[in-house]
């Protein structure tokens, strides 16, 4: 009996090994894109992408060029890293698909499956709340929230200091204003926002390993509960119940609705759009935030641009929103953050096998079932050729000298009609993405102008970034840094 359970286990092990010989004996043809498959049998790179993606996809840059092809977990997946070329990738829906890999995530994050999953038409739905007059009701009641929410902060005591971390503070006054704006206040609770954002921030710790199902047994239980948690806290009112829901979660959750989800489908549903609604404005606002506590001449300037906005109580606030739609100093320091702190991956799934056209002429052919992903962080973001010193932080970069915004950058001599790509590009750009820019706006302009914010230690450098988000929005610090704040007398 002994024997045969021996033999039966020894067959096992010699069929795995044949299946991962069978995996690992790809080879590379004369029209596809170098391939660097690493030394382990079907792990390939993994850990190392996983670990600090930036720094494994340079070293592969630096050995391979501007395109080739990596093996991780099982998956080959060609980088591409000449924007330039990033167009033929963008603008190819017929072989190459966004969807199917956002579906992946979906269920691995989120636990959604949602019944007829359309991202186009899901875009035309929300498309129409973050644009026009339904963008400029957004950003009215943003600001009023905002305010509220920094005034309140700072009771009992308005003139005493109040020490935090800056991160904590940014992420957690943006992420409180957006989910109010967005979905509402349905509970009576005054402290429902802050639940909801301490239940996110432990849900959002856990988001990378989730994606990449690297959670160790104690850390999916976690994640099991404040998932749960969360459906429990965003789970839509009833008729009756609460206030009444913005405009914008009115209109997703009959999208929802229309397209045949369930209830329990529309609350998980809601926690997808939690995340991709606040989970990296608030980073952003950090870095944006940070790098002007550090730099001296860059909150000078930026402070003397507000300086022409009154924010006097009697101010009315369409005349204040109006005025903030005229930053420019102010908009190049965004820029210039989120070129140095926005490192997503637009990732495609290879339906059919297709051929790749370069700038430089070269064609590569992509293999079907295989993974394309463009990661912008690289190239142009960080791309010595496009912007000169490029780790170092430069707010007036995307500013000419006439103070206008500066939208010529080149790279082998050609213009670049991708410089910076912090929103994805093409028809799968953030839809979002003029209301999160709104939102910082706001944030930075209230905070300069309504509190005295300083270093607790004015020696202070931002910390590292955790290496373990690139590929995922908007980078996050790796610690934090000490702030201190009070509200200041307006006369």
């Not at 002994?2 to 004369?30: E, M, N, P």
Request: charged share 25%; aromatic share 10%; with cysteine.
């Amino acid at each position: 009996m002994w024997t045969a359970q021996l033999l039966f286990s020894c067959l096992l092990l010699l069929l795995l090994f044949v299946f991962i010989l069978l995996l690992s004996g790809r080879t590379r043809s004369k029209r596809e894109p170098p391939l660097d498959k690493g030394r382990i049998p079907w792990l390939g790179h993994a850990l190392e992408f996983g670990k600090d993606a930036a720094k494994f996809l340079t070293r592969m840059k630096e050995k391979h060029g501007d395109i080739f092809t990596v093996r991780v977990a099982g998956r080959y997946v060609t980088v591409l890293l000449d924007p330039h070329s990033y167009d033929d990738v963008l603008h190819n829906s017929t072989s190459l698909d966004f969807s199917r890999y956002a579906q992946v995530l979906m269920e691995r994050i989120f636990h959604l499956r949602l019944p007829q999953y359309n991202p186009a038409a899901e875009r035309a739905a929300m498309h129409k709340h973050f644009h026009g007059e339904s963008l400029a009701r957004l950003n009215a009641t943003m600001y009023r929230n905002l305010r509220g929410l920094l005034e309140s902060d700072t009771l009992p005591d308005p003139t005493r200091w109040k020490q935090d971390g800056l991160f904590n503070f940014s992420y957690g006054l943006l992420f409180r204003a957006g989910y109010l704006t967005l979905f509402g206040a349905r509970h009576n609770n005054k402290n429902g926002p802050t639940d909801i954002y301490n239940a996110f921030r432990t849900f959002d710790g856990l988001l990378t390993k989730m994606a990449r199902t690297t959670l160790k047994p104690e850390e999916k239980r976690e994640a099991e509960s404040v998932r749960k948690r969360l459906w429990s806290l965003l789970s839509p009112a009833r008729p009756g119940e609460g206030a009444a829901p913005s405009a914008w979660l009115q209109g997703y959750l009959k999208h929802l609705e229309e397209d045949g989800a369930d209830r329990d489908t529309c609350t998980r549903a809601l926690l997808l759009q939690l995340w991709a609604t606040q989970g990296n404005v608030g980073p952003a606002a950090f870095w944006l935030l940070g790098f002007l506590l550090t730099n001296p001449e860059a909150m000078k300037a930026v402070k003397k641009e507000f300086s022409d906005i009154p924010v006097a109580a009697d101010v009315p606030e369409n005349l204040i929103l109006e005025k903030l739609q005229c930053t420019p100093v102010f908009d190049s320091t965004l820029s210039e953050t989120l070129r140095l702190t926005a490192a997503p991956f637009v990732t495609r799934e290879v339906l059919t096998g297709t051929t790749l056209h370069m700038a430089n002429g070269q064609e590569y052919d992509f293999r079907q079932g295989d993974r394309v992903c463009l990661f912008p962080f690289l190239s142009p973001q960080m791309d010595p050729e496009i912007h000169r010193e490029p780790e170092k932080f430069k707010f007036d970069r995307f500013l000419n000298v006439d103070g206008t915004e500066k939208r010529d950058f080149f790279k082998g001599g050609r213009r670049l009609k991708y410089y910076t790509m912090p929103w994805g590009a093409g028809r799968n750009a953030c839809v979002g993405r003029h209301f999160a820019i709104s939102a910082i706006k706001q944030f930075v302009f209230l905070v300069l102008s309504r509190l005295d914010l300083e270093l607790c230690d004015p020696e202070s450098v931002l910390p590292a970034v955790n290496a373990s988000r690139y590929g995922f929005g908007m980078l996050q610090p790796d610690g934090d840094v000490l702030i201190r704040y009070k509200l200041r007398d307006l006369l």
